[in-house]
């Protein structure tokens, strides 16, 4: 468990990294994919992935970036079930606990500043 937060947050750094190189878009697509990677093969598995998807939405959009929303859905893990989406239904309360986690990351503080 703590190696997955630990790939998270290199995995946030990295994106970030990105973000300067190119757009958040990007790098959103390539988080996405590195994070199912590590889940899928060395991590916990597939709830962690979607956990940490969660997350990601929330602060995604309490960022006000609607691309980077759509660069987060799971589509990695629809491309590996083969968009059998009836399999993927059994997971899906994981990806709404780490929706309420950014929630609360989000209510913390995360959030961006509005400038006046």
């Known amino acids: 468990m703590l190696w ?15 973000a300067r ?6 790098a959103g697509v390539w988080a996405n994919l590195l ?5 899928n093969e060395w991590g916990t598995g597939w709830l962690a992935y979607l956990r940490g998807l969660g997350v990601g939405l929330v602060l995604a959009v309490g ?3 609607p691309g980077l929303v759509w660069a987060l ?10 968009f059998r989406l009836g ?8 990806l709404g606990e780490g929706m309420m986690v950014g929630l609360l990351l989000y209510l913390a503080g995360l959030r961006s500043r509005q400038a006046r």
């Open 87 to 94: 399999l993927l239904l059994p997971y899906l309360y994981a």
């Open 73 to 82: 859905l799971p589509w990695p893990l629809a491309l590996y079930l083969r």
């Open 21 to 26: 190189l190119f757009s958040w878009e990007a």
């Open 63 to 65: 960022y006000g970036r």
């Open 4 to 18: 997955d937060a630990l790939v998270f947050l290199a995995l946030v750094l990295f994106a970030r990294l990105l």
């Open 35 to 39: 994070w199912f990677v590590y889940q």
